[in-house]
T-cell receptor
Framework: GQSLEQPSEVTAVEGAIVQINCTYQ??????LSWYQQHDGGAPTFLSY????GLEETGRFSSFLSRSDSYGYLLLQELQMKDSASYFC????????????FGKGTRLHILP | DVKVTQSSRYLVKRTGEKVFLECVQD?????MFWYRQDPGLGLRLIYF???????EKGDIPEGYSVSREKKERFSLILESASTNQTSMYLC?????????????FGPGTRLTVL
């Protein structure tokens, strides 16, 4: 079957670095993406990894290891506005290219 | 900027009513999607469409139907609303040439069925 696992909650301090992990189980893997969703808002796309390695976009980085079926989102220099839920998602060819979302990680940031 | 709009932010309906949720995107995207989001369950795909008049079932299509008569508009229909369909409904779109991971979401409709 298809599944994604990510922690339900993570807490970090303002200015620090936090890593949100995601492991997946699927066949015909295309890539791993990350979305951010603030309370009451719509999910917004953050990053996409199709190949192994680290992709950096400003304070956010995303990593993928296809051999380990594992990825993470790294948030640096945390700001209070980063308090949100973060979803990992995979696209699988075995599901006609449909995207599968994880259940989300709620990031709490302490001042 | 891509803009995806949904007809209502909040909606309250009674059990047994027929409910229409509408989604419009202004970027000529081929693909459109309907999800529902529930606490602890993440986003679950209800239906999607790759073209006008085309529809495919997602993971949880039971109790729902869809309509795509125009490229920019994708409607979700609850034929007879039930209390277990109380949820946040999110519409998304993306172009055919893009990775299907990169989806643009509307603001969502929070539906309550009494």
């Amino acid at each position: 079957g298809q599944s994604l696992e990510q922690p339900s909650e993570v807490t970090a301090v303002e200015g620090a670095i936090v890593q949100i992990n995601c492991t997946y189980q699927t066949s015909g893997f295309y890539g791993l993406s990350w979305y951010q969703q603030h309370d009451g808002g719509a999910p917004t796309f953050l990053s996409y990894n199709a190949l192994d390695g680290l992709e950096e976009t400003g304070r956010f980085s995303s990593f993928l290891s296809r051999s380990d079926s594992y990825g993470y989102l790294l948030l640096q220099e945390l700001q209070m506005k980063d308090s949100a839920s973060y979803f990992c998602a995979v696209t699988s060819t075995s599901r006609d290219d449909k995207i599968i979302f994880g259940k989300g990680t709620r990031l709490h940031i302490l001042p | 900027d891509v803009k995806v709009t949904q007809s209502s932010r909040y909606l309250v309906k009674r059990t047994g009513e027929k409910v229409f949720l509408e989604c419009v995107q202004d970027m000529d995207h081929e693909n459109m999607f309907w999800y529902r989001q529930d606490p602890g369950l993440g986003l679950r795909l209800i239906y999607f469409s790759y073209d006008v008049k085309m529809k495919e079932k997602g993971d949880i299509p039971e109790g729902y139907s869809v309509s795509r008569e125009k490229k920019e508009r994708f409607s979700l229909i609850l034929e007879s609303a039930s209390t277990n369909q109380t949820s946040m409904y999110l519409c998304a779109s993306n172009p055919l040439t893009a990775s299907t991971d990169t989806q643009y979401f509307g603001p969502g409709t929070r539906l309550t069925v009494l």
